[in-house]
């Protein structure tokens, strides 16, 4: 079979990849060259492997040297071909390239094909002068790391640095000297309060949630206690008030919990110190 190959770039790297019959591929060899992976040993246990040889599919592609045939994948196998190496069992020079491809390669072909180009995301020494920029915008500026992040995520729409392109950090870093040099106006990014809301702090509310938890055991105390008291007075039928406002405080203060225990979970403030 021959196929139009395309070729993308991936960490400097070329990666051969075409589709046929509405079906994504990728040429294997290329990818075992770049890791430093022995092409004999792996094209041999992708025959062996009772879905990937299935998968498998032989182009003709033109080359510099000529015409060549290639044993290509579909890219939907591919994650499966890499996790099956080992990464303890090559030599430890191509360990942290292997990773690379285990963690980012299906994602590259994938969005190169569904998105028409390939998006990779940025390394953190990569956004090493992106987060020295940030630093001293919050030296500057007197800020808070959380509101000094928050205008590169609303001026690039992400929910986080990492989400950032390679094109896009240099002018990201540009954006934030910016502020810093020319004192670009910083709106106040903190939540706006309604009228009818009260911020508390989280160290306040998680205080007040376990105090509330300590009443409804008291209360369950409290009510075990009093009906022991009223058996043994003989008492049962005359319940005194107290009898019914503990069960009122129970009942409503289950729900009550049952709601802050809920937003402690989604905040995961039971992990920070009361």
């Not at 191509?94 to 963690?103: A, C, G, H, S």
């Not at 049962?236 to 709601?259: F, M």
Request: proline share 4%.
């Amino acid at each position: 079979m021959t196929a139009q190959i395309q070729t993308i770039n991936f960490h400097n790297q070329p990666l051969s990849t075409f589709e046929h019959n509405s079906i994504y591929y990728v040429a294997m060899k290329p990818i075992c060259e770049n890791i430093g992976l022995n092409w004999d040993g792996q094209r041999q246990r992708i025959q062996r492997d009772e879905v990937l040889s299935q998968g498998t599919v032989i182009i003709t592609a033109p080359t510099n040297s000529g015409d060549q045939q290639m044993l290509c994948l579909p890219i939907d196998y591919l994650n499966g071909w890499l996790f099956g190496i080992d990464v303890k069992r090559v030599k430890p020079e191509i360990r942290d390239l292997l990773i690379t491809y285990k963690k980012e390669c299906y994602k590259a072909l994938s969005d190169y094909w569904m998105k028409g180009k390939a998006e990779r995301k940025t390394t953190t020494d990569e956004r090493t002068g992106l987060r020295q920029a940030v630093s001293q915008l919050v030296s500057k500026k007197g800020l808070i790391y959380s509101d000094a992040y928050s205008f590169i995520h609303q001026r690039f729409n992400v929910q986080h640095i990492d989400e950032l392109t390679p094109e896009q950090i240099p002018m990201a870093v540009e954006y934030v000297h910016k502020i810093v040099l020319e004192g670009e106006l910083i709106t106040d990014t903190s939540p706006k309060v309604k009228e009818d809301e009260i911020v508390v702090p989280y160290n306040v509310f998680y205080s007040l949630y376990k105090h509330g938890q300590r009443g409804q055991r008291l209360g369950y105390e409290v009510s075990i206690l009093l009906d022991s008291l009223l058996k043994l007075l003989g008492a049962e039928c005359g319940r005194p008030r107290i009898s019914g406002l503990v069960h009122d405080c129970q009942v409503e203060g289950a729900n009550w919990l049952d709601l802050a225990e809920k937003i402690i979970d989604k905040r995961n403030l039971a992990k920070l110190p009361a």
